[in-house]
């Protein structure tokens, strides 16, 4: 997380708030949460879906250098495995918001529901679209986890983790049928739980 040096002169301290990681089958689910500085824009903010790697990569320096205050948050595998996905999401939304060096006056969830904050907080569909401080916390949240997810790639070759990022391709369920789960695997999704029941049938 980072402090921007002057916001003395902001009126409305709002938190934009993003996830990424609900849908793969393994790794954990990544939020963030971003204050943006209205006397330090930043240009180019968008959905990070919707940008390349690079651009992504070039934002995620800028957005952690102006931005007034950021955090990145997560929740583990065994989470997600003990809580379901979108309970796991909730809290790590939540790690992100509480994790913010300024406390917001407002927080706008990405999405159609919020966690539980001690600070105001609003859904907003397709806000990394449409809120710069949510497409800012989407960028962090992307490229954080996709850098964790390459980085995984090397420990768990043969996945291809660093293509896929650990979502549901034919190259990674192939992968798992051939080689099986990994510590990182989500263990409460369908097609590795279907794996590993298959691998205590076969004798």
Same mark, same amino acid.
């Given at each position: 997380? &980072?402090?921007?040096?002057?916001?003395? @002169?902001?009126?409305?301290? #709002?938190?934009? #708030?993003?996830?990424?990681? /609900?849908?793969?089958?393994?790794?954990?689910?990544?939020?963030?949460?971003?204050?943006?500085?209205?006397? $330090?824009?930043?240009?180019?903010?968008? =959905?990070?879906?919707?940008?390349?790697?690079?651009? /992504?990569?070039?934002?995620?320096?800028? %957005?952690?250098?102006?931005?007034?205050?950021?955090? %990145?948050? $997560?929740?583990?595998?065994?989470?997600? =495995?003990?809580?379901?996905?979108?309970?796991?999401?909730?809290?790590?939304?939540? $790690?992100?918001?509480?994790?913010?060096? %300024? /406390?917001?006056?407002?927080?706008? +969830?990405?999405?159609? *529901?919020?966690?539980? @904050?001690?600070?105001?907080?609003?859904? #907003? +569909?397709?806000?990394?679209?449409?809120?710069?401080? %949510?497409?800012?916390?989407? +960028?962090?949240?992307?490229?954080?986890?996709? *850098?964790?997810? &390459?980085?995984?790639?090397?420990?768990?070759?043969?996945?291809?983790?660093?293509?896929?990022?650990?979502?549901?391709?034919? #190259?990674?369920?192939?992968?798992?049928?051939?080689?099986?789960?990994?510590?990182?695997?989500? /263990?409460?999704?369908?097609?590795? *739980?279907?794996?590993?029941?298959?691998?205590?049938?076969?004798?």
């Amino acid at each position: 997380m &980072q402090m921007g040096l002057d916001f003395s @002169l902001v009126e409305e301290l #709002v938190a934009g #708030v993003d996830e990424v990681g /609900r849908g793969p089958l393994c790794g954990p689910v990544v939020t963030a949460a971003v204050i943006l500085d209205p006397l $330090r824009p930043i240009s180019g903010l968008n =959905d990070s879906k919707k940008l390349t790697e690079a651009k /992504r990569e070039a934002l995620f320096d800028e %957005i952690c250098e102006k931005a007034l205050a950021w955090c %990145i948050a $997560r929740a583990e595998v065994e989470e997600i =495995d003990r809580l379901n996905i979108l309970h796991a999401t909730m809290l790590a939304m939540q $790690r992100a918001v509480e994790g913010l060096a %300024i /406390r917001p006056k407002l927080a706008l +969830i990405d999405g159609n *529901r919020c966690p539980q @904050l001690s600070v105001p907080c609003a859904p #907003v +569909i397709q806000g990394d679209a449409q809120v710069p401080a %949510i497409a800012a916390a989407s +960028i962090l949240a992307k490229v954080s986890r996709d *850098r964790e997810m &390459q980085a995984f790639d090397l420990i768990y070759p043969g996945y291809g983790l660093s293509g896929h990022k650990g979502y549901p391709t034919p #190259v990674h369920l192939e992968a798992l049928q051939r080689l099986g789960a990994t510590p990182i695997h989500r /263990r409460s999704f369908a097609p590795v *739980r279907r794996v590993l029941e298959l691998m205590l049938e076969t004798p």
